[in-house]
């Protein structure tokens, strides 16, 4: 039916005809991740309700956002991108979450958790406003509700005074499974729906906040969708609602419904590459069997930054925080003033998020927190809500912090052993992929000290993290076969920066390379320390954009930083 | 009492002496605030509980967090620092938020809200990992408990699985009066207190968070507050408490009383000047009169940024979001995508809390929402945590994002009504008070054009704003008797940078001033736009450290930026 006509026409389907459709929808989601890479566990979980939503609603004049976003393949398949939904994440083709720019069925773009509430108050209450008359939608998991926008946007119902259905899709899982006391007391929910059918003892926790509370129902189960969507559809028009369902990870898809942690994200690739995370839950296991004080905290977060391990073998040291990225640096900041040491491991993009904790919390009290930042610079086929491209430059502004960047696994190895007895904020950034191997003659890694991995007097890189590394040694070896001789260094703390080795630099040319963005980042502080130098520098970092999704390699080089662009300047009249 | 011993002990006195303390008390705030300047009517509010909390526990050893920070005088006079509560506020004296610097009764700093809960079960689970036996109090006013962090902490309860207290001090304030749902179920609570005793019908949302619940009860009786925390403290050996009291905004002095709202900060300057809040509000009114796309959203600052005649005016396209910084940029973004033209006042400091959330709601999506950011630079006597030092560095480094600093308010007042017409994000960052005029010739304000306010030939100084511009003008008015001619450009965008008059400056000398950190920050734009062309450049700006609370001529002076020491560089060998 997907391929017939590019919108299908649900309003006008038979029961059976929208099963199958359901079907359909399933076998396309199974071979495009199979394939490409993506969201697997909750995009087979939301294919039911998702065709109830499209049957019951006027999409695109209703609105429809998705929290965090990455549920939304059936949405899509269903609003007129069937036909290129085989390009799903690849560079130029569809995004893996919702994005305005692609469709007027999305209505607003998501990526980070918990924003769909006050998202769906804000267009409802511009309709409002307009005196316009459609209805606005958002879906959210269970995993997303531990998150407090969602609670800001629940205190703001009666301040923003408008009607919206909120669809909590509750499937006992973020990545990892759902951790804390809203989890707890969904749960309680659940089962009290099921004792006692519709006759609640009390009122929820939901209608304690103004909404009309529905549920728990079967999202999977499409006729029970329909029939309560447009109930809710009705009650819609006096009040706001939440509509509860539980939905089943991994859906129709055994080795899926079995496995929904490890089916939650599909990767493309297929070798396996030694992970950073691995390194970092190995060597935290070691550790802290020594060191009393060492405690993990994640933000439901726990297997993809490599803690797994430490969480089974040290239970009374971890903290899952739930999608609380915030909540958790203070978390350990506090544990900090008690002489703990804590260690946060945390994506790029989401420490975003706790931006004001890490700088008031951890570093304005210069607390000896260790935040173990994962997936930074261009994480890839996720696109602009999950590329690392901005952390070196707002974690540079923050006083009191030492960022380091290690250049291959093993010096993230010597950083970790060396941050237990340094007792300063510390932010160490690292990509997923632990590609390289870099000798090295350094026996440890002092905090501070750069390294100088290469030598040549024509020019100096200054390169950061390991992709960038490796770029530098590539492009200097290749200009030394042309006569050019460049020297390299291992930038791997890039604040503070290592003032003694810059001021001893002779060349005049100077080449900064970083997986970030320019502006704040390390080629800036690099241009700042030579701005009454006469030194002539050159930054490659990303431009002042927002990068979309695509691979890794695709994106460096389209962005400007390849061998070639770096040979070039190195070749160029430029260093003279 | 206060002045015989440097810390009462408290446990001996009679409850005569008590209160004769708890008058004692309210004198030295009323006396000390009148003179220095700070928070008065939360102060006041707060005597009673502090000195009861000092009476039935045992601190240091016993750990408090102020949520915010602001109500601690009390707990500052009762813990040693009675001699010198006459330097409040004042540069190198005692600050007026929690310091652990200060004193070891302070366990953990605070100044942005919400944050207490999350630093006490941090402290709490520390303890008990360690096996030790203290007790942790959070005091959280019910304006703080509108922001998500709040509720995240909430959520981490069982996670954490660990005892504290939590009193919830309802004073049914934040600066302006609390809104919200949650503000409204509090009211609820205490009204079903009073009329049922402790036979309440329904679990309260607080005990489905796994926390005993005990309330609602008069904050300001010593007696009654003594013998209540007593019976929390035998019940917080078994398990989270939360203690809710109601206490009175500028209890014991009725000017107060009457007037929470006027007397919640007081400032110690009696000189009146335009403040740049003001033309906010007059402007904004205005043109909403014309231009109903125009809504005004603010996070439970309404008089504090100016808007109350707004929101009186148009109360229909007012928004508070309550302390939810986050949710209120999220609201924004959305109110955008249905064609609103939200304009969102916040101070410098809080807008950290919105960091993502105005990286990837507003400006990925590239919507055109207005932040009005109000006591950017150096915002003084509150100190660390308030000083809106960050936030050219933060913003720079979002891309699609303007950023504006008008050189005085009569330029403020032309970008915003230049910024109706501009259809991206948009960030305009002032200082509190407007002191300068510059006349200029300027009829309208081109964005992304600078301005050239003087003409020289030996330096450029870029300047942004009008502390910077005035003291840029003035040092190359001194400069030109000594013979050195300056010129003086007002560099009202940070970002984008007007390019074309930078690659038409001649002069090899270059300045930067600006109001702000020099990482990330404006100078450091510049030295990245010059960084292959040779020239020499001065940044002036912070150094890399958290700047402590004085007054913003002290300060400035104090971290190198004043005319002396631009002068002196003008005249020194640097320039020739």
Redesign the interface.
């Known amino acids: 039916m997907l391929e017939k006509q590019e919108i299908p026409q649900l309003k006008s389907m038979s029961k059976g005809e929208l099963h199958s459709l359901c079907d359909e929808l399933r076998g396309r989601i199974i071979d495009t991740v199979m394939n490409n890479g993506g969201h697997l566990a909750s995009n087979l979980g939301m294919v039911e309700l998702t065709v109830a939503l499209h049957y019951v609603f006027d999409f695109p004049s209703d609105k429809i956002i998705f929290d965090v976003g990455h549920q939304c393949y059936s949405h899509k398949l269903l609003s007129g991108r069937a036909s290129k939904f085989n390009t799903l994440r690849k560079f130029g083709g569809l995004s893996g979450f919702p994005k305005?720019e692609e469709s007027e069925y999305d209505?607003?773009?998501t990526?980070?958790a918990g924003?769909s509430i006050?998202?769906?108050?804000?267009?409802a209450?511009?309709?409002d406003?307009?005196d316009e008359n459609f209805n606005v939608i958002a879906v959210i998991g269970d995993g997303s509700f531990?998150?407090?926008?969602?609670?800001?946007?629940?205190?703001?119902?009666?301040?923003?005074n408008t009607n919206i259905l909120i669809i909590l899709n509750d499937n006992r899982m973020s990545i990892s499974p759902t951790?804390?006391?809203?989890?707890?007391?969904l749960e309680k929910l659940s089962s009290e729906s099921e004792l006692s059918a519709k006759k609640r003892r009390?009122?929820t926790?939901f209608e304690?906040?103004?909404l009309s509370y529905d549920g728990v129902y079967d999202g999977n189960d499409l006729d029970c969708m329909i029939e309560k969507l447009k109930e809710v559809k009705e009650k819609l028009k006096t009040r706001p609602v939440i509509l509860h369902v539980l939905t089943k990870k991994g859906k129709g898809y055994s080795y899926c419904e079995e496995n929904p942690q490890e089916t939650h994200g599909i990767s493309a690739s297929k070798q396996h590459h030694k992970e950073y995370s691995e390194v970092l839950g190995s060597t935290l296991t070691a550790l802290a069997q020594k060191d009393?004080r060492i405690?993990a905290v994640t933000a439901a977060m726990t297997p993809s930054v490599g803690l797994s391990e430490f969480f089974k073998k040290y239970p009374?040291?971890s903290?899952?925080?739930?999608i609380?990225e915030?909540?958790a640096a203070?978390?350990?900041?506090?544990?900090a003033?008690?002489?703990?040491k804590p260690y946060y491991a945390v994506y790029s993009t989401f420490l975003?998020?706790a931006?004001?904790?890490v700088?008031?919390?951890i570093?304005?009290?210069n607390l000896p927190v260790t935040m173990c930042i994962d997936r930074a610079g261009i994480s890839g086929t996720d696109g602009?809500?999950h590329q690392g491209a901005?952390d070196l430059?707002?974690l540079?502004?923050v006083?009191?912090l030492t960022v380091a960047v290690p250049k291959d696994v093993a010096e993230f190895k010597k950083m970790l052993e060396a941050s237990v007895g340094f007792n300063y904020p510390l932010a160490i950034r690292y990509p997923k992929d632990g590609l390289c191997n870099f000798s090295s003659e350094d026996e440890k890694c002092i905090f501070g000290k750069w390294e100088v991995l290469r030598e040549g007097k024509d020019a100096a890189i200054l390169a950061c993290g390991e992709r960038m590394i490796s770029l530098a040694m590539k492009s200097a070896e290749a200009a030394s076969h042309k006569g050019v001789e460049v020297s390299v260094i291992n930038a791997r703390f890039v604040k503070p920066l290592d003032t003694q080795l810059l001021t001893s630099l002779e060349q005049k040319n100077i080449v900064t390379l970083e997986d970030n963005?320019?502006?704040?980042?390390f080629?800036?502080?690099i241009?700042?320390f030579?701005?009454?130098s006469?030194k002539?520098?050159?930054?490659f970092a990303y431009p002042?954009?927002?990068i979309p999704h695509g691979g890794i390699a695709e994106l460096t080089a389209e962005y400007g930083i390849s061998v070639e662009s770096v040979i070039n300047y190195l070749l160029s009249d430029?260093i003279r």
């Open positions: 305005r209505c607003y773009n990526g980070h924003t006050s998202a769906a108050l804000g267009i209450k511009a309709r406003i307009k531990s998150n407090g926008l969602v609670y800001e946007a629940f205190n703001g119902v009666s301040e923003m951790v804390g006391t809203m989890h707890e007391y009390h009122e926790i304690r906040f103004g009393k405690i009374e040291r903290i899952d925080a739930g609380c915030g909540h203070v978390v350990c900041a506090a544990l003033t008690q002489g703990m975003q998020r931006f004001d904790e700088l008031v919390d570093c304005s009290q602009e809500t901005f430059s707002y540079s502004l006083p009191n963005a320019l502006i704040g980042g080629g800036s502080s241009d700042s030579f701005s009454r006469g002539i520098i050159k930054n002042d954009i927002f430029a």
